[in-house]
């Protein structure tokens, strides 16, 4: 430890970092057989699916923000190129991911396709030119062309889960084509899961106050495709969903190209500079292939290793942060369960199916001990812009979670939900049923029960972003757990709830790691009570609390005041403590896994524990088990699971850097000295650092300021 602090004092020149970064593209030589072997593409807030099966080029299109009547996250269609002839069944066939021009290339027989997404505007591109003129057909399909009942069976996908209304169903869109042009849209009944949730939940007497964001929501998109021509439409089935195809017909395609625009889901402050309409594709092509290749030079890892297992866990983090890039300007947060880039539910599980608009724990729905783990590496890698959506969803719930409080126990503060929906209530099927004589403050369901306390972390993560209009969220916060928790002297957590594991707990370590961490915005912080200890076999550990009922979940509380809150670990006091929790509190060890959210990489890492740090975080970020490797499988979730990558990428981090209590930087905490490495990352003070090492000794840091870097 020492030694890398002097290592930071002695501040030398980076000699090598002087030419751009530039991420290593990822490509396949062969078609692929069906959705879930798709390749990722986006920006700005769109994501595709995109693939080749059979000599068709298909692609799936996903905007942040399509939540239908019953909380749904639709996706908005299905587009299919045809060739005649089939270009693409020959041996130069090649579908090739750009990282650092955030496109897609598609090339065989003469034929070559450019996929993208602009990033200044929801709009995508596809940009077509062939060798010897070609015969093609355009087909937008859709599932939605016909109202379709949301069974019991998959009433996962939207906020009523278990307690569908008989009746539910997922409208019919509003297609329309003629001559080269394209609409599409859902629009939202006045009628919403919002309506029924606030009648469930004994809200009605102040529902004109709260914030509804799905009330009337239009949902929108243009197509025009240059050279193509409506010719009508047809019938059809893909994976296990039928559909209807609007077709469009270019006889002679030499050259052309397709540009589908979406309304914006972008409000207020996130809305950005629109340029002359139509945009062009020369312009988006440009500015997006600019602002991928800044994006690239704000943070980076590269390894020089044999080690194979090395090499994949970057790469992967480098696909992971992509995906994540992809919905950069959205309004709404990269949900946890898919991202944008679900595909057939059939490929997941064969049991499920469904629609492509499906996927576990709901689209409007947001739980947000999963959700956390997308956003804490966005610190690190210096993208503190991408925190906005999650940021700012929350402070337009805020009046909604303040309502919540004042509605059922009259006093001050937010209250948010662990399954909160993304109106800022709990979802109505988690909520639970409930009784004259019960608090109807208080979820009735085993699991979620008085876990109140994972906002703190996304007020700390805007915190350590600079966001400041954050500080009257995170008050509001305290003063709910300070006002409900009253005691004599001290705040007495009770009931509480350490994770979803221990509950009806008394002081859980979890929360008063949270309530510390934060105290600085307390108003009073000396009422916060210590964090709570017990000895086993001899050496002191953190404990899950000061007691609780029963154990209902596998999450490891105990080591949250390792991570996220950094009460202990490197460069802090009482290391030893954490570390003999890590190895001797045997429901830790019993609850330890690399399965979805866990975070025992993380904490490893945390810890400076090199072998457990490498082993963790090697097998945390090896390939999923479809095509794309950095689509994993549904761990607790579905897939492709962004919580598992989000806790991957957080635990390579926290590898390579970590920082001391007064905020010194400590490179390479966790990392194994075979390992040559080099990376810029992130500290407190959006600090950025480009740090190596080579031949076990780290040879070189530089410390600059993170404008430095988006200035480029």
């Given at each position: 430890?020492?030694?890398?602090?002097?290592?930071?004092?002695?501040?030398?020149a980076?000699?090598?970092?002087?030419?751009?970064?530039?991420?290593?593209?990822?490509?396949?030589?062969?078609?692929?057989?069906?959705?879930?072997?798709?390749?990722?593409?986006?920006?700005?807030?769109?994501?595709?699916?995109?693939?080749?099966?059979?000599?068709?080029?298909?692609?799936?299109?996903?905007?942040?923000?399509?939540?239908?009547?019953?909380?749904?996250?639709?996706?908005?269609g299905?587009?299919?190129?045809?060739?005649?002839?089939?270009?693409f069944?020959?041996?130069?066939?090649?579908?090739?991911?750009?990282?650092?021009?955030?496109?897609?290339?598609?090339?065989?027989?003469?034929?070559?396709?450019?996929?993208?997404?602009?990033?200044?505007?929801?709009?995508v591109?596809?940009?077509?030119?062939?060798?010897?003129?070609?015969?093609?057909?355009?087909?937008?399909?859709?599932?939605?062309?016909?109202?379709?009942?949301?069974?019991?069976?998959?009433?996962?996908?939207?906020?009523?889960?278990?307690?569908?209304?008989?009746?539910?169903?997922?409208?019919?869109?509003?297609?329309?084509?003629?001559?080269?042009?394209l609409?599409?849209?859902?629009?939202?009944?006045?009628?919403?899961?919002?309506d029924?949730?606030?009648?469930?939940?004994?809200?009605?007497?102040?529902?004109?106050?709260?914030?509804?964001?799905?009330?009337?929501?239009?949902?929108?998109?243009?197509?025009?495709?240059?050279?193509?021509?409506?010719?009508?439409?047809?019938?059809g089935?893909?994976?296990?969903?039928?559909?209807?195809?609007?077709?469009?017909?270019?006889?002679?395609?030499?050259?052309?190209?397709?540009?589908?625009?979406?309304?914006?889901?972008?409000?207020?402050?996130?809305?950005?500079?629109?340029?002359?309409?139509?945009?062009?594709?020369?312009?988006?092509?440009?500015?997006?292939?600019?602002?991928?290749?800044?994006?690239?030079?704000?943070?980076?890892?590269?390894?020089?290793?044999?080690?194979?297992?090395?090499?994949?866990?970057?790469?992967?983090?480098?696909?992971?942060r992509?995906?994540?890039?992809?919905?950069?300007?959205?309004?709404?947060?990269?949900?946890?369960?898919?991202?944008?880039?679900?595909?057939?539910?059939?490929?997941?599980?064969?049991?499920?199916?469904?629609?492509?608009?499906?996927?576990?724990?709901?689209?409007?729905?947001?739980?947000?001990?999963?959700?956390?783990?997308?956003?804490?590496?966005?610190?690190?890698?210096?993208?503190?812009?991408?925190?906005?959506?999650?940021?700012?969803?929350?402070?337009?719930?805020?009046?909604?979670?303040?309502?919540?409080?004042?509605?059922?126990?009259?006093?001050?503060?937010?209250?948010?939900?662990?399954?909160?929906?993304?109106?800022?209530?709990p979802?109505?099927?988690?909520?639970?049923?409930?009784?004259?004589?019960?608090?109807?403050?208080?979820?009735?369901?085993?699991?979620?029960?008085?876990?109140?306390?994972?906002?703190?972390?996304?007020?700390?993560?805007a915190?350590?972003?600079?966001y400041?209009?954050?500080?009257?969220?995170?008050?509001?916060?305290?003063?709910?757990?300070?006002?409900?928790?009253?005691?004599?002297?001290?705040?007495?957590?009770?009931?509480?709830?350490g994770?979803?594991?221990?509950?009806?707990?008394?002081?859980?370590?979890?929360?008063?790691?949270?309530?510390?961490?934060?105290?600085?915005?307390?108003?009073?912080?000396?009422?916060?009570?210590?964090?709570?200890?017990?000895?086993?076999?001899?050496?002191?550990?953190?404990?899950?609390?000061?007691h609780?009922?029963?154990?209902?979940?596998?999450?490891?509380?105990?080591?949250?005041?390792?991570?996220?809150?950094?009460?202990?670990?490197?460069?802090?006091?009482?290391?030893?403590?954490?570390?003999?929790?890590?190895?001797?509190?045997?429901?830790?060890?019993?609850?330890?896994?690399?399965?979805?959210?866990?975070?025992?990489?993380?904490?490893?890492?945390?810890?400076?524990?090199?072998?457990?740090?490498?082993?963790?975080?090697?097998?945390?970020?090896?390939?999923?088990?479809?095509?794309?490797?950095?689509?994993?499988?549904?761990?607790?979730d579905?897939?492709?699971?962004?919580?598992?990558g989000?806790?991957?990428?957080i635990?390579?981090?926290?590898?390579?850097?970590?920082?001391?209590?007064?905020?010194?930087?400590?490179l390479?905490?966790?990392?194994?000295?075979?390992?040559?490495?080099r990376?810029?990352?992130?500290?407190?003070?959006?600090?950025?650092?480009?740090?190596?090492?080579?031949?076990?000794?780290?040879?070189?840091?530089?410390?600059?300021?993170?404008?430095?870097?988006?200035?480029?």
């Amino acid at each position: 430890m020492r030694n890398l602090l002097c290592a930071i004092c002695l501040l030398s020149a980076f000699a090598t970092v002087n030419a751009d970064y530039v991420p290593c593209d990822y490509a396949w030589t062969s078609q692929s057989r069906n959705s879930s072997e798709s390749m990722p593409c986006g920006g700005h807030d769109i994501g595709m699916n995109v693939w080749v099966e059979q000599g068709d080029v298909l692609f799936y299109i996903a905007q942040s923000g399509w939540f239908d009547e019953n909380n749904t996250l639709l996706k908005a269609g299905r587009w299919r190129l045809h060739f005649n002839g089939d270009p693409f069944s020959g041996n130069d066939f090649e579908q090739r991911l750009s990282l650092n021009e955030g496109c897609i290339y598609i090339k065989g027989g003469g034929m070559e396709l450019r996929l993208w997404a602009d990033v200044d505007e929801p709009v995508v591109f596809v940009a077509m030119t062939a060798q010897h003129t070609e015969r093609a057909t355009l087909s937008y399909e859709s599932w939605r062309y016909k109202e379709r009942p949301v069974t019991k069976a998959e009433c996962q996908q939207c906020s009523y889960k278990w307690i569908i209304p008989k009746d539910c169903v997922t409208y019919a869109d509003s297609i329309y084509a003629k001559d080269d042009r394209l609409t599409f849209s859902h629009q939202n009944r006045r009628e919403t899961v919002f309506d029924f949730t606030v009648e469930r939940e004994r809200m009605s007497s102040v529902k004109d106050q709260l914030y509804n964001p799905i009330g009337n929501m239009l949902m929108q998109g243009v197509m025009q495709a240059d050279g193509f021509r409506f010719v009508g439409t047809s019938l059809g089935t893909y994976a296990s969903t039928d559909y209807k195809s609007w077709n469009f017909r270019n006889d002679n395609l030499e050259e052309s190209t397709i540009r589908i625009a979406f309304a914006p889901q972008c409000t207020g402050r996130f809305s950005r500079p629109e340029s002359h309409s139509p945009l062009t594709s020369h312009l988006s092509k440009a500015r997006s292939a600019q602002w991928w290749h800044n994006f690239w030079q704000r943070s980076w890892i590269q390894v020089d290793t044999d080690d194979e297992a090395a090499k994949t866990m970057v790469r992967n983090y480098e696909l992971m942060r992509y995906m994540l890039g992809c919905n950069a300007y959205g309004q709404w947060p990269t949900k946890f369960n898919g991202g944008l880039f679900t595909f057939d539910p059939v490929y997941v599980d064969s049991t499920a199916t469904f629609t492509p608009d499906y996927r576990k724990w709901g689209g409007g729905t947001m739980t947000a001990q999963n959700q956390r783990l997308v956003y804490w590496p966005m610190l690190k890698s210096g993208d503190f812009d991408m925190l906005r959506p999650q940021l700012d969803t929350y402070l337009r719930m805020l009046p909604n979670a303040e309502a919540w409080t004042r509605q059922h126990w009259g006093h001050h503060g937010a209250c948010f939900s662990e399954q909160i929906e993304n109106f800022g209530l709990p979802n109505p099927a988690e909520y639970g049923k409930h009784n004259d004589g019960d608090d109807w403050g208080v979820e009735n369901n085993r699991w979620l029960e008085y876990e109140w306390d994972t906002v703190l972390e996304f007020c700390l993560m805007a915190l350590q972003a600079g966001y400041s209009e954050v500080i009257p969220l995170t008050k509001s916060c305290l003063r709910f757990f300070e006002e409900h928790y009253k005691g004599d002297s001290l705040m007495v957590i009770y009931p509480g709830s350490g994770c979803e594991t221990y509950k009806l707990a008394r002081n859980p370590s979890s929360t008063i790691a949270a309530l510390k961490a934060l105290s600085a915005y307390a108003t009073h912080p000396q009422l916060i009570p210590p964090i709570p200890l017990h000895v086993i076999d001899g050496d002191t550990c953190i404990a899950p609390a000061e007691h609780w009922e029963r154990i209902q979940n596998t999450e490891t509380p105990q080591l949250y005041p390792v991570f996220p809150w950094r009460i202990y670990g490197m460069g802090r006091p009482h290391l030893d403590i954490a570390r003999n929790t890590w190895f001797k509190d045997q429901h830790a060890l019993q609850m330890r896994s690399i399965k979805g959210w866990k975070q025992d990489n993380i904490w490893a890492a945390c810890l400076g524990l090199t072998d457990e740090a490498k082993h963790l975080n090697t097998s945390k970020l090896s390939s999923g088990p479809y095509r794309f490797p950095a689509f994993w499988d549904a761990g607790f979730d579905w897939a492709p699971d962004h919580n598992r990558g989000g806790a991957g990428m957080i635990g390579l981090q926290e590898m390579l850097l970590q920082e001391d209590l007064d905020h010194n930087p400590i490179l390479f905490p966790a990392w194994p000295r075979q390992w040559n490495c080099r990376f810029r990352l992130y500290i407190s003070g959006q600090r950025c650092i480009d740090g190596e090492m080579k031949d076990g000794k780290i040879r070189a840091v530089r410390l600059k300021d993170a404008e430095s870097v988006y200035a480029r």
